[in-house]
């Protein structure tokens, strides 16, 4: 049986602050803005708010490209207002975890001017920096052939001091080198310290598994130029010396804090490119006291060609792929001391209702319930993301690229701009702009849609992304008022899921029908007690699994037909 603690009970909300609630009318999110909505997030039933980095920055990356971890970007607002937004969650009974962007920081941070400033600063290996390479023509060279995630390579010239500095993501990201000792207690107080000192109650860390690099930095065994990143990736993932610094920064920081109702505080690590448990393990297990738990992409990988090895050139999927995913990851724990999350949408990822069912405005709604469903009866703790409640979906196609705004997406699409004009891979345009429309992190970044009024409430001035079409039929405002709205099926099914937290969040896995193409149907078992889970992803009617002996708990339909699965309908029965 699972050792019983809050965090793994509780529902993470993640706020995108660029997209949730621009308060001064200058067309970007912000705190007060962010605080004046506490109230809409507390009635959705959820217990804690995970708000994405709010910190000051050149907005390269959209804020995970930090350049003073001490001060709030200031068109969001200031610390104070952060303070003001850690005593409004707490005063509803919320808890407020932030982003820790700790692998690497901004070009523009005071410690990458100094460590670029000249080979014997003191912070000059606070970074990687290396001497250039050359080819036998005498051209010069970067140190490896690493592919950065954002296309590209990961090393930048720098004239001044005549050597390369190391970024997985943007060049405008230097990669921080946790081999320094002083480095990382600079860390550990600015990035740490500073705000537990504030109250929050714990962190979300970013790029968690990243921090020990192979620093020899050997070339990667790339075939393709465009394999994304996973040749390289194992020279910086889950490196020699990462278990020894996830420790370190939990015995010597978050271990001395409590969350304001007297618990110790939480850590969820972003944990990318490890697909073996064994792996997830030594990061997760509740004696290895590293982190409470991880986010593993297995889930929002799927459809990014070969297990994310060219992330935006779509491969299809079918749903037995899912259901071996989400099997994977719900026996994982119980066969261990560790646990995980339950999520499909973040900041990171094409809208699920896109990507794993319907946006089509005859499925739209009810895709989103039945994905719904497929969440709240899985064993882990729950993320939800900013708009999933009501049923966001996907920016419409026939947007153009322009409205695109990440630096991923731009990076991936130039990149494929220039190989197919150059012949180096034909036809990849419209391969990776199929793949854009479907999963790039840009359609999570659309401005929430609070009503029907421009720009879906979300500003009175231009939005700094434009807002999506259907913000008059898809917003809070008319779903508050509509007891079969999304966004009233999403609060139901959070109560469910709390009411009964022994079978849904503690219940043992089971899958059935695993190769059936059309329906997801699961078992969960609690003592005597069970439920079953079943789902229609397709859009047309299917035969029920058969349980006529149980009780029908919740239909994602009004009207039930027995024996019957309607187009994207989702169910769940117990036995108790
Ligand atoms: O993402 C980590 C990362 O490697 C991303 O490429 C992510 O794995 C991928 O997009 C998942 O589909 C974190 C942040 O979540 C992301 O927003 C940042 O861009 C990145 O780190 C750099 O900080």
């Keep these: 049986e699972h050792k019983r603690v809050w965090w793994k009970e509780a529902t993470f909300y993640q706020v995108y602050p660029a997209s949730f609630k621009d308060s001064n009318g200058d067309g970007l999110g912000d705190i007060p803005g962010l605080i004046s909505k506490v109230p809409y997030i507390a009635s959705l039933g959820v217990d804690v708010v995970w708000l994405s980095p709010m910190y000051d920055s050149p907005q390269k990356d959209m804020g995970y490209d930090i350049s003073d971890y001490e001060t709030v ?44 400033s000249s080979k014997d600063n003191p912070k000059r290996n ?29 090393w930048t010239w ?130 290895e006291k590293e982190l409470d738990m991880v986010f593993q992409f297995d889930i929002t990988h799927l459809g990014q060609d070969n297990g994310f090895q060219d992330k935006y050139d779509f491969a299809p999927w079918k749903l037995p792929e899912m259901k071996r995913i989400v099997e994977k990851w719900q026996t994982f724990i119980e066969e261990t001391d560790g646990w995980t999350t339950v999520f499909n949408e973040n900041h990171d990822n094409g809208r699920s209702v896109s990507r794993f069912a319907s946006d089509v405005p005859e499925w739209r709604e009810q895709s989103a319930k039945m994905l719904a469903i497929w969440l709240i009866a899985q064993t882990g703790t729950l993320f939800l993301y900013q708009g999933q409640e009501i049923g966001m979906i996907n920016a419409p196609k026939d947007w153009g690229i322009e409205e695109y705004r990440d630096v991923e997406a731009q990076g991936h699409w130039e990149e494929a701009v220039r190989q197919d004009a150059n012949g180096t891979d034909p036809g990849r345009t419209e391969r990776i702009l199929h793949g854009l429309q479907l999963m790039a992190r840009d359609h999570s970044r659309l401005p929430f849609q609070w009503d029907s009024s421009a720009n879906g409430g979300f500003t009175t001035g231009k939005p700094w992304m434009r807002a999506h079409d259907l913000y008059p039929k898809i917003n809070a405002e008319n779903q508050g008022k509509d007891v079969n709205s999304v966004l009233a099926f999403y609060k139901r099914l959070l109560y469910l899921r709390k009411e009964h937290k022994d079978v849904f969040v503690y219940g043992a896995f089971e899958l059935v029908d695993p190769e059936n193409e059309n329906t997801f149907v699961f078992r969960k078992r609690y003592r005597d007690r069970t439920a ?40 769940i029965y117990v036995d108790y």
Aim: charged fraction near 25%.
């Design 73 to 116: 970007y200031p068109p969001y607002g200031t610390v104070e207002d952060v303070e003001k937004l850690v005593k409004e969650c707490h005063q509803h009974g919320l808890k407020l975890i932030l982003d820790l962007v700790v692998n690497h920081t901004s070009d523009q941070h005071e410690w990458f001017k100094e460590s670029r």
């Design 126 to 154: 606070w970074y990687f920096w290396r001497p250039a390479r050359y080819d036998q023509d005498g051209n010069r060279m970067p140190p490896t052939n690493y592919r950065s995630y954002f296309a590209g390579g990961t």
């Design 158 to 287: 720098d004239d001044n001091t005549e050597e390369y500095y190391l970024h997985l993501y943007d060049p405008s990201q230097p990669d921080l080198n946790w081999e320094n000792a002083d480095c990382r207690r600079a860390i550990y107080d600015s990035a740490m310290r500073f705000w537990l000192d504030k109250g929050i109650d714990g962190f979300r860390v970013d790029t968690v598994n990243k921090y020990s690099k192979h620093v020899d930095f050997p070339d990667a065994p790339i075939t393709d130029s465009n394999s994304f990143i996973q040749p390289a990736a194992q020279f910086w993932c889950n490196g020699p010396r990462i278990h020894e610094f996830v420790k370190e920064m939990n015995n010597d920081v978050l271990s001395k804090y409590t969350t304001f109702d007297g618990q110790a505080v939480v850590t969820v690590g972003e944990l990318s490119l490890t697909p073996e448990p064994e792996g997830v393990l030594r990061y997760v297990s509740a004696k």
């Design 532 to 571: 079953v889970v079943a789902m229609n992803f397709t859009d047309s009617p299917q035969p029920a699994f058969g349980a006529m002996e149980m009780m029908l708990l919740v239909s994602s339909y009004s009207k039930v037909v027995l024996g019957t699965l309607q187009p994207f309908e989702g169910r």
